[in-house]
């Protein structure tokens, strides 16, 4: 059974393509999808640090001794719950478990 796309651009009714014959807009939801997350990647890439972010680089890189040797605690601290609850997880999910 082939399938049919109807072109959104030209309202064109175009076999299997991946682009319309009539006009070459993009007919193909494989393709579509790739160009949107293109987009949403280059957004992401272009968008400012958030304020909490900013706030651990200046912690992690700071003049301050104690705020470098609390800022890596902390860091190790957060790593350390972060694998213990994801061993948790994959116990919990495991069909052996």
Avoid at 19 to 31: D, K, M, R
Avoid at 66 to 83: D, E, K, Q, S
């Amino acid at each position: 059974m082939a399938i049919e796309r109807k072109c959104t651009s030209c309202n064109t009714w175009n076999k299997d393509e991946d682009y319309c014959t009539n006009c070459g807009a993009v007919l193909s939801p494989q393709i579509i999808e790739e160009k949107r997350e293109e987009q949403r990647e280059k957004r992401r890439s272009s968008a400012p640090p958030s304020k909490f972010d900013l706030f651990l680089e200046r912690w992690k890189s700071s003049k301050y001794l104690p705020l470098r040797i609390l800022y890596h605690i902390v860091y190790g601290i957060a790593v350390t719950f972060i694998t213990i609850a994801s061993l948790f997880a994959w116990m919990a999910a495991s069909p052996n478990g």
